[in-house]
């Protein structure tokens, strides 16, 4: 019998919005324990935004950035490398902030690798928080809610979008 949060074959990892409250109190609070007090939460978008934001509000930081990273095209579709899509972030002036960065799974771990390295010099301090980590992942999150080989069924992402992405998929109009 599958525990809570897989389906009964064991092909996936389903995080049911019910169980997305119970995750998130349970990184918040593994967070607020190690005495990491961030001055900022960045949102790696898009899986991110939900996670981070929730996070913003039971760390009690309301200041949250978001940064646009495309890697992830499909199930184990990505790009070659990770790409920050713009509006890019700027990280002026912020050389004594604590940073939190967050996101929904660090799979391969190159995302994180990369915000966190982007982030890493400009900034007092970055560290990482995921709900999901993934044995195969190059990079080890500060936070992790659950570890899992499964392909994660996410309550914002698992079902059909209502619109259809604009020809090309561009986020932003090139200029």
């Not at 995080?15 to 609070?29: Q, Y």
């Not at 579709?77 to 939190?100: G, K, M, N, S, T």
């Not at 570890?147 to 992405?165: C, G, K, N, Y």
């Amino acid at each position: 019998m599958a525990g809570p949060g897989t389906d009964p074959d064991d092909k996936y990892e389903i995080l049911t919005w019910s169980l997305f409250g119970e995750a998130i109190k349970e990184l918040a609070a593994s967070v607020a324990a190690s005495g990491y007090q961030p001055d900022i939460i960045l949102a790696i978008a898009r899986g991110g935004l939900i996670p981070a934001g929730t996070l913003g509000y039971m760390l009690s930081v309301k200041n949250t950035f978001t940064m646009n990273v495309e890697y992830c095209t499909g199930v184990d579709e990505r790009l070659d490398v990770p790409v920050i899509l713009p509006p890019y972030l700027d990280l002026v002036d912020l050389e004594d902030r604590q940073f939190l960065v967050v996101d929904d799974v660090a799979d391969t771990g190159h995302t994180l690798e990369m915000v966190q390295a982007f982030c890493a010099p400009k900034v007092a301090e970055v560290r990482t928080a995921v709900l999901y980590h993934k044995p195969q992942s190059v990079f080890r999150p500060d936070y992790v809610w659950r570890r899992t080989d499964r392909w994660i069924l996410f309550p914002w992402s698992s079902e059909d979008p209502v619109a259809q992405p604009k020809q090309g998929g561009a986020a932003v109009p090139e200029k």
